[in-house]
């Protein structure tokens, strides 16, 4: 275990996955890896396979990447240039992942109504529920997901979460990670 | 030195017990409980005072108190070992206070006066050139306060978390462990004498939180009180969120949570994951500080109980008389 503050993103991180066509020569890879480090972007997969698929003497490689929004069309600018060819490019949004515990009446206190407050912010969302009700008028349990675009917004989005599930007495228990 | 013992439970008489060794070269010279006390300045005799209170409910002269110790003035420091008044700390902050001013050195096992008055009795104790000691109010025999400000002087503590209440803890571990719920568990806690009948001081957190208030305002630079804390007890937690988290290799615990610079400072369930340090089975306590130097520390232990709480008492009594001694 490390100690370390939490790394805080910038607010115009995104983390992107891009499948890349290289010629399949030595230093090729090396050489698409470069432009995306030199602009400060953050380098987080790199799979590359050999299917039937593709063409003679072609690697195909998938990376995952994080970077400054701003930079990315620059990023594939230059790798196309350097001859890399980029077949498809994702932004995968909302890369904080975290479960917390609700116990309460959740049904009776309108679940909906709970999860909208997470997913009406614009940078959070509720990802998944499961839910336990070992019987009528017991209080439930469900594990709720929540993914959010950075630490910042993860942090606001349970806040909301306190706030909404204290008005309906729902008692909240959130993980012990990330410890600062 | 000549030591007076002020509450004579559990706690007061692991102390006697331990005075009774003269290896520590401590003279117990009074004792008082809530309806008598006995003094002598020459010394006691700590295993027949232990004996009188066993067989008589007393262990001194009926109409004697702790009053009577302070105004013969027959010790030089005062171990007060009465059970805690959350609500201001009354009698024990006057007593300690008074005893300061008096030049006389105390070691209390007492949140009460800690929590609520710590940063006025430190200064009437640097004032009067004495010592304070508290180790024993915070996770009984575990040296986190010692442990902290000496063993890690000089560090910025960053965050500070902890499991500071073994009736809690037990009760979690059973609910894990058995699948017995949360009433199934209270009952066997209290069937083992590990809770009280009346458990609400322990379960609602408010114990926890007195001792977050400790560990805030003596040794992370704070100034808070009991009503600053973020209380949660674990009274509402059920088996299913602990086999929610046992399917993700998790489970529940009551954690006490400071983080300075982010001003916060609660007590509440959380999930944390099953090899985490903290995780401790049973009336374990333990508590993890991140600084900027050493990283994180993580303190395991017995938390309560006559002879682990002795421990921390002596350990205080030890210190004074090494810093000190020489003088008087």
């Known amino acids: 275990m490390t100690c370390r503050r939490v790394r805080t993103h910038r607010c115009d991180n995104v983390r992107v996955s891009m499948k890349l066509e290289l010629k399949d020569t030595p230093g090729q890879l090396l050489g698409a890896l470069k ?5 400060g972007g953050n380098i987080i997969t790199v799979i590359h396979q050999r299917d039937g698929t593709s063409a003679e003497n072609t690697l195909i490689v998938d990376i995952t990447i994080e970077l400054p929004e701003h930079k990315l069309e620059s ?12 077949v498809r490019v994702g932004k995968e949004r909302l890369h904080q992942k975290r479960s917390l515990i609700m116990i309460g009446h959740l049904m009776h206190t309108d679940l909906t ?7 009406q912010t614009g940078y959070a969302e509720v990802s998944e529920l499961h839910m336990v009700m070992p ?8 594990k709720i997901t929540i993914r959010a675009e950075s630490p910042e917004d993860m942090r606001r989005a349970i806040s909301i979460l306190h706030e909404v599930t204290a008005r309906k007495e729902i008692l909240v228990l959130e993980p012990l990670e990330g410890m600062e | 030195m000549r030591v007076a013992i002020i509450g004579f439970g559990a706690v007061g008489q692991g102390v006697a017990a331990v005075l009774a060794d003269p290896v520590h070269g401590f003279t117990l010279t009074g004792v008082a409980d809530s309806r ?6 020459d010394g006691l005799n700590p295993e027949e005072i232990l004996a009188k209170k066993k067989e008589t409910g007393l262990c001194g002269i009926e109409g004697k108190s702790a009053a009577d110790i302070l105004a013969s003035g027959v010790f030089d420091i005062l171990v007060e070992a009465s059970p805690t008044n959350a609500n201001g700390g009354e009698p024990a902050t006057s007593l300690i206070r008074s005893t300061l001013r008096s030049g ?60 500071l209440n073994g009736t809690c803890n037990y009760i979690l571990t059973r609910m894990r462990d058995e699948g017995l719920t949360y009433q199934q568990a209270l009952q066997e ?32 630079g704070m100034n808070v009180t009991l009503s600053d804390v973020d209380i949660s007890g674990i009274d509402l937690v059920t088996v299913e969120a602990l086999n929610l988290a046992e399917d993700e290799g998790s489970t529940v615990r009551l954690i006490g949570e400071i983080i300075p610079e982010r001003k916060i400072i609660r007590v509440s369930p959380r999930v944390l994951a099953l090899d985490h340090p903290l995780v ?13 130097m050493a990283g994180h520390v993580t303190f395991i232990g017995r938390g309560a109980g006559a002879q682990p709480t002795a421990s921390a008492i002596l350990a205080d009594l030890i210190s004074i008389r090494d810093y000190y001694g020489g003088r008087s």
């Open chain 2, 36 to 41: 008598s006390a006995i003094m002598n300045g």
């Open chain 1, 75 to 86: 990023l594939i600018a230059t790798l196309q240039e350097r001859g890399c060819g980029v």
């Open chain 2, 189 to 220: 806690a209290r069937d083992l004498g590990y809770a009280e009948a009346d458990p609400t001081y322990d379960v609602k957190g408010i114990d926890a939180a007195i001792k977050l208030v400790i560990l805030a305002n003596t040794l992370l």
């Open chain 2, 104 to 163: 006389r050195h105390v070691v209390t096992s007492n949140k009460g006066p800690i929590a609520s008055a710590y940063h006025e009795l430190k200064a009437i104790a640097d004032e009067q050139k004495v010592g304070l000691g508290y180790e024993a109010t915070v996770a009984g025999a575990v040296p986190v306060i010692n442990g902290i400000r000496h063993g890690l002087a000089g560090n910025t503590i960053r965050s500070l978390y902890g499991i």
């Open chain 2, 280 to 292: 401790v089975d049973g009336t374990l306590n333990a508590i993890q500080v991140c600084t900027d």
């Open chain 1, 135 to 142: 019987a009528i008028n017991e209080p439930s349990t469900a």
């Open chain 1, 113 to 119: 109504d709970t999860v909208d407050h997470i997913d």
């Open chain 1, 35 to 39: 432009p995306i480090s030199d602009i």
